[in-house]
């Protein structure tokens, strides 16, 4: 047999791995990505396919995290790369080092993709979202201190609720690494100033790249974790990052979300002088019921001719009551003057205590002066047999005359058995006793 030239299984494979790699050394491939499977050295292997045909591929692990999005089963791709054979299978395979998604952004799919995810596990629910107090003393900050955000957040605050703490950490809002830097501050309020009531994290706006860092997982899991109510305050009025939905408030700019959370100085004075012409009003109607009683009193049948000591008594008790109304407007004003040092919650207890206080001496006195109490220091008050017509006088008497008695827990029934000029007692004696 002539002996007859031949390549080794090697040689050939080194040819045929040479020619691909010299006629693709870089191509793009539209397919759609099949059974993508990661390994923990990070290099991800899947197939790209179309209705006739497909070919392996891989990304290794450096290429494989620039890409924004997950790579699903399924998903519609564009990739790049270069043609090459792994010899030792003799096989020929596509080594990407590039992906986007065909019918949408990359950005957009992986911001699609996360917002799935974390919704599927509950962190956008609204049950789990914390109020925001309505006045807080201590507000933490967390943005770049070289942007307008930090500036107005501040100006803000600080002509709102001067007396507001305020705590800055200062990170960078975009470019690799933000979302990490934000969520590490976010985690130091927590671990440090936990007192801080608020936490107040974004910037101002800019394009979907500039604001990706607060479409980050990293970050989304730091707000969910926090035990610190978070307002996400990204500069952009229509749009939506992750961190929104994450946070317990969204504010479409900073200066919203200092609005947000701060109460307007100027609308709690006003509520104040309300509360104020409330109390007024409602001192005064208890006022003008205990008159009314006291009145009333006056006008019984039995007390009718100690009515000028009671006339002389409701004079005083105007004279009170303008008092503790001119008294109560004075301690008002005084605690608005002082709102801008004490918390709103202490100037109105202040005031109410105070008005309390009034309210409770003014009626003592009222009691002090009722009729009630001259009988109560042994005096009487005698009447005729019916019991409507008062004695002024011994004139209108005669032995043997009935008469009634009103004492300070009762009525006698009396007989009179003698009528005297003198200015001595009155002798008088009980029907019972005449019997």
Known sequence: ?????????????????????ETFPEVWVEGELSDPRPYPSGHTYFKLKDAESQ????????????????????LQVLARGRVTTYMKRGEYQFIVNAMEPKEVGALQLAFEQLKKKLQA??????????????????VGIVTSSAGAAVRDLLSVLTRRWPSLRIRFIPVPVQGDGAA????????????????TEVLLVGRGGGSLEDLWAFNEEVLARAIAASNIPVVSCVGHETDFTIADFVADLRAPTPSAAAELVTPDRAALADTLGHLDERMGGVMWGALRSAKDALAGAARSPWLRDPRRIVTDRIQRVDELTMRL???AKVAAVAAARRLETLSPEAAMRRVIERAQQDLRRCLAQ????????????GYAIAFKEDGKAVLRSIISV????ALKVRLRDGILGVSVSDVS???ANLTVKSESSNK
Request: proline share 5%; aromatic share 6%.
């Open 1 to 21: 047999m002539s002996a007859r030239a031949a390549l080794s299984v090697t040689e050939l494979s080194r040819r045929i791995h040479d020619t691909l790699e």
């Open 55 to 74: 070919i392996s591929a891989v990304i290794f692990r450096g290429d494989a995290a620039a890409i924004r999005f997950k790579l699903e089963h399924g």
């Open 121 to 138: 596990e509950g962190l956008f629910d609204d049950t789990r979202k914390r109020a925001i107090p309505a006045y807080p003393a201590s």
């Open 180 to 195: 990490a830097r934000i969520a590490e501050a976010i985690e130091a309020f927590n671990e440090h100033c936990p007192d």
């Open 325 to 327: 109304l001119s008294g």
């Open 366 to 377: 009222l009691d002090a002066l009722s009729p009630l109490r001259v009988l109560e220091r």
């Open 398 to 401: 005669k032995p043997g005359d």
């Open 421 to 423: 000029e003198v200015s």
